[in-house]
């Protein structure tokens, strides 16, 4: 519908151009385009600067960006909906009663930093990211996740230890809660250790591919299982909903998922 409203626009806002020269029209564009285009890695690298040299504590630091990584997101910064609803925005009057100034003109440019940007931008940054060799890293990625589990694990069990010492569950109750956390973390720190052997390929050992098609195997028995549960009566169909929602979880940490 947006681009739709463009096409029924563009015929009129080129008709309201007719008192602006060819030059300062030329001339709007462009200096938008260059706005458009220079502000984002500015900004990409002030952002990560500024709290530098001022010694800011922002939590957790990432790496800082690389040049060629600035270069790819800053050439991902398409503009669409957003620039469209707001250049809709300018009123066509002001207060008086008179025109908005050079309300078309806004209108052309911002047409064309969604063209340049969405059309030119978008059609080329696949070619520009294997250009630039920029590449997931999967490794890392899988590292951050399971070093979020086992962190969300340990706040867990840190939970348990203070609800036993509260006296608000019995310690043999605290026990077992705590004792399936620990093999929960057991298991995933085993399998991401497969993960963790093989950095060179990504991880993808025999094992831990062997691993993964059993954990597969063993979520599909589970879910048939229940279809079977339900089927026969034995099972609702909002409590097979719920065990598949678990299960469904369940299989997304798995890796390669």
């Known amino acids: 519908m947006v681009f739709l409203l463009i096409g029924a626009q563009l015929p009129a806002v080129l008709r309201g151009l007719h008192s602006e020269s060819a ?3 030329a001339g709007a564009i462009l200096l938008t385009l260059a706005a ?5 890695p500015l900004w990409l690298i002030l952002t990560q600067s500024v709290p530098r040299l001022l010694g800011w504590g922002l939590g957790h ?5 690389t040049g060629r990584e600035v270069v790819a997101l800053s050439w ?4 669409g909906v957003i620039t469209l609803a707001a250049i809709f925005s300018v009123p066509l009057a002001l207060n008086d009663g008179r025109p908005f100034p050079d309300r078309d003109l806004l209108l052309l440019c911002a047409y064309i930093v969604v063209l340049v940007t969405l059309v030119g931008q978008g059609l080329t940054l696949g070619p520009l990211l ?3 060799n920029l590449r997931a890293d999967l490794v890392e990625e899988a590292q951050v996740r399971h070093d979020a ?4 694990i340990t706040a867990a069990v840190h939970a348990v230890n203070d609800m036993q010492t509260d006296h608000e569950i019995p310690a043999g109750v605290a026990d077992s809660v705590r004792g399936a956390l620990h093999r929960r973390a057991g298991r995933r720190q085993a399998l991401f250790g497969m993960l963790a052997e093989s950095e060179a390929d990504l991880g993808w050992t025999p094992e831990l591919e062997a691993a993964i098609r059993a954990q597969h195997a063993a979520i599909d028995a589970q879910r048939e299982e229940l279809v079977r549960w339900r089927d026969s009566g034995r099972l609702s169909d909002e409590g097979l909903r719920a065990l598949q929602r678990e299960l469904d979880h369940e299989q997304s940490t798995i890796p390669g998922a």
């Not at 458009?36 to 984002?40: D, G, H, K, P």
């Not at 630091?61 to 960006?65: I, K």
């Open 23 to 25: 030059d300062i029209t």
């Open 76 to 79: 991902a910064g398409t503009r």
């Open 36 to 40: 458009v285009l220079l502000v984002r």
């Open 149 to 152: 589990r086992l962190a969300a």
């Open 130 to 132: 294997r250009r630039l």
């Open 61 to 65: 630091r990432a790496p800082p960006l």
